[in-house]
């Protein structure tokens, strides 16, 4: 039997659309927890020392914020969307 490998979907955001796609994705789960950890996962593909120096807050405070274990103030959500250059939307459902 082959053996498996770790998979971190990190490695396949190249793309604004593959990043709104997977946010799209974590937000129609309505899991405040996976959100916060999907947006964690995108903060690392796009380098979480510059998504730091962007917000203004530390990495080991973003690793922290956006684990699956994590809690993130909306203002903390907001700011690491802004430096991801990704909108939160609203719609009628």
């Known amino acids: 039997m082959d053996a498996l490998t770790p998979y971190d979907?990190?490695?396949?955001?190249?793309?604004?659309?593959?990043?709104?796609t997977f946010m799209a994705e974590a937000f129609a789960t309505g899991d405040a927890g996976y959100i916060a950890h999907a947006l964690g996962v995108v903060a690392r593909a796009k380098?979480?020392?510059?998504?730091?120096?962007?917000?203004?807050l530390s990495r080991e405070q973003l690793y922290r914020s956006f684990s699956q274990q994590g809690n993130p103030?909306?203002?903390?959500t907001l700011a690491v969307m802004r430096a991801l250059g990704?909108?939160?939307?609203?719609?009628?459902r």
């Open 73 to 76: 103030t909306l203002k903390t």
């Open 9 to 20: 979907p990190a490695e396949d955001l190249g793309s604004p659309t593959a990043i709104a």
């Open 86 to 92: 990704i909108d939160m939307t609203v719609k009628p």
């Open 47 to 56: 380098g979480m020392t510059e998504i730091a120096r962007q917000t203004g």
